[in-house]
């Protein structure tokens, strides 16, 4: 059952769509859904939640192209299609502070303060701790099952790793998982919004308190000396920063593992290809990011000035969602787009984003799941999908993601 909503915008268009249908509540198959919009409406006007009007790009070229659009900005939100919950003004401060929801200069000087910690050399320092971390979900596995490899293994290994790099005590990531699936849900669960992200807050606010007077050899400790010692950023910024890395480092990586642990099941040919050989595990994780992109949407942008992408003029003052979904699945750019083929003469995919807001995280999601799919392959070279397992995707506007992926090893 897709949710449509009247864009008010059918007057303008040549081919008038009467209504169109709202991102987030796809229910059927989210690729055709996107598909129609990028061969028919590849500018396309959106009613937001709130009541204002929404551009949705769907091409390659204009997403990519939008992603660095310094004309596109952001406007201090990280929130699902720029829908603005009812928020206490303090929290509110302290969500939308970080170098994903600011333009430079603040946000060159906030993401300099992280690029050392995710350098390629730092992050393959954290294979033997990933690997562990790995081992022991699997350790947790060995009954034959059915056990469902989203909850049992794709989510809990990201939470983890980023739990460990920021210092979150073990008891407390169960509450965390909760709160971050809530945010990046969507219109589904908007109304549970403003509770999570207090809630969020509050307890990031604990932590920092908490390595203030104890600090470990952390990231959120860290960040606690570059304030305390350098005043290089604020309070709000402090939270901010470790409230985007909990969100940004948790969800997509676990979707990438989950997606490329999908694609890799679903036909055997392609499980024993790298089950035999590893090392064509970095290139099948490549066109996993492309062919089910773990991420939707990029964070919204809001034009500036007037804009125009394709033959739309973009008003001053729309906000402005980049589908990369969608744009993955162009064939202007990508030969037989639908097709899984890790062989493919590489072309850039824009997974992680492009331009000066390009993931950060980037070296670390793409160790996280090497580690996860060599150490699944060689520990269980046996795994199958349960018969008759049909891939549902999670209704997210931010986020695509499996619901559950059934397997045994029977
Ligand atoms: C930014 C995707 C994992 C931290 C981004 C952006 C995308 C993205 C698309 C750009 C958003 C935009 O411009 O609107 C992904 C995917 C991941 C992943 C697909 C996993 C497969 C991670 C991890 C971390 C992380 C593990 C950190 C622990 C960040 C940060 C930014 C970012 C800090 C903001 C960078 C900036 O604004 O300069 N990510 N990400 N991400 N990501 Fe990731």
Redesign the pocket.
Known sequence: DVYYVDTGMESQTQQPSVREPFLGFFRGDVHSELAGYRERRPVAPLRLPDGRTGWLLTRYDDVREA?ADPRLVKDGLLSPLGFRPQLPPDIYAATARN??TVDPPD?TRL?RLLQGAFTARRIEGLTPAITAIADQLIDDLATPGPHDLIEEFALPL?ITV?SE?LGVPAEDRGSFMESASVIVAGPSRFHELPGAMIGMIGYIRDLVATKRRQPGDDLTSALIAERDGGDRLTEDELVSTVY??LL??YD??A??IGNAAWLLLDDRARWDAVRTDPGRLPQAIEEA?RHE???QL??HRLAVEDVTYGDQVIPAGSTVLLS?LAAHRDGRQYAEPGAFEPARERSPHL???HG???????P??RL??RVALTTLVSRMPELRLVDGFTPRWRASALMHGLEDLLVTSS
Do not use: D, K, Q
Request: charged residues 5%.
């Open positions: 992603l170098m994903l946000h993401r990201p980023i790099l985007l890395l940004a480092g997509t990586t979707n990438l990011l992109s773990p991420v990029g964070t990369i997974a992680f984003g000066i807001h390009h993931c950060l995280g980037a670390l999601a996280e799941a």
